[in-house]
């Protein structure tokens, strides 16, 4: 293999509700989820995009950037961000979802902790749930996923949005993040949600230090054990700032670095603000980790 990893690949397969079977191919090829935030204050598109005119613009050209999934949140995650009330939420997404539910050609997924926010994003379109609690903050979010036709995302976090450790510690934050899926995948399984629609995300930034996010993409590989799809979450996080000593307006090119790498070391899906550098730099690594596993993804023409 030359050093280079097995990448598992899934297959997750859902029909939404009057649509044509959807099917997502992971591991042959990587998948973009673009991040498209309704809100006033996250940490780098905070108030760019609210409104729904500039918020479906705004999907379109993910979806033209080569985004496979949009993913929208109405509520930010950024360190300190104060929670926002379900109807608030509902009032900033849903008018976006129906106006994009009928133009997009991929599926959109709900950025939410919320049970109420899930059920009203499904209801206006939505198809996937994304929730970085794993389901732990809402007891009711079990029974939303069951209204959700497609796959669902659970995340790794310290704490709870605004209240995250300032300096958390950990014995060995890989292993611990395993160790806390392995327990989530059971415990959900009980509750009836099927393993097989579960991604799992590392929640980089999420009660993590600099250190330890990078120890996390470092040894990503460690959590392929678990057999679960890999979404990682670098775009433009701090982390990255504190590398290259750049603000999030200049963390591009470092995001598209730690994107490599994760892709190297095992993920499917990345969640990015910009999907189209991201897509170039990875479709290149796609195509050696099938050459390395002697599974081509397509001939190339010499010039």
Not at 32 to 39: D, K, P, S
Not at 122 to 142: H, T, W
Not at 148 to 153: E, I, L, N, Q, T
Not at 154 to 167: E, N, S, V
Request: with cysteine; hydrophobic share 40%.
């Amino acid at each position: 293999m030359n050093g280079w990893i097995t990448r598992r690949r899934h297959l997750l397969s859902w029909r939404p509700p009057g649509g044509a079977r959807r099917i997502l191919e992971l591991g042959r090829r990587t998948c973009l989820m673009g991040v498209l935030n309704i809100t006033p204050d996250s940490f780098y598109d905070g108030g760019r995009y609210a409104g729904t005119r500039r918020a479906v613009a705004r999907a379109l050209e993910l979806e033209a950037g080569g985004a496979d999934i949009i993913d929208i949140g109405g509520e930010s995650s950024r360190p300190g961000a104060s929670p926002v009330p379900a109807r608030e939420q509902i009032r900033r997404i849903v008018p976006v979802i129906e106006k994009l539910a009928g133009r997009l050609r991929i599926p959109i997924s709900v950025d939410t902790t919320s049970a109420e926010v899930a059920r009203a994003a499904v209801k206006a379109g939505a198809e996937i749930l994304n929730d970085i609690s794993a389901f732990r903050f809402d007891p009711e979010m079990v029974e939303a996923a069951a209204s959700a036709p497609g796959p669902v995302v659970i995340m790794h976090m310290r704490g709870r949005l605004g209240r995250m450790p300032a300096r958390p510690r950990y014995r060995d934050v890989v292993g611990e993040i395993g160790e806390f899926f392995e327990r989530r995948l059971a415990e959900l399984g009980t509750r009836g949600i099927d393993r097989g629609r579960l991604i799992i995300d590392p929640g980089l930034g999420f009660g993590k230090s600099a250190a330890h996010n990078l120890e996390i993409v470092a040894g990503l590989s460690r959590l392929g054990s678990l057999g679960r799809p890999l979404l990682l979450g670098p775009s433009r996080k701090s982390f990255i700032g504190k590398v290259l000593g750049a603000e999030p307006e200049e963390r591009l090119w470092g995001t598209v670095g730690v994107s490599v790498a994760a892709v190297t070391a095992g993920a499917h899906l990345l969640r990015v603000h910009d999907p189209r550098p991201v897509r170039d730099a990875v479709r290149m690594i796609d195509e050696m980790l099938a050459r390395a596993a002697k599974k081509p993804n397509r001939e190339i023409r010499e010039c």
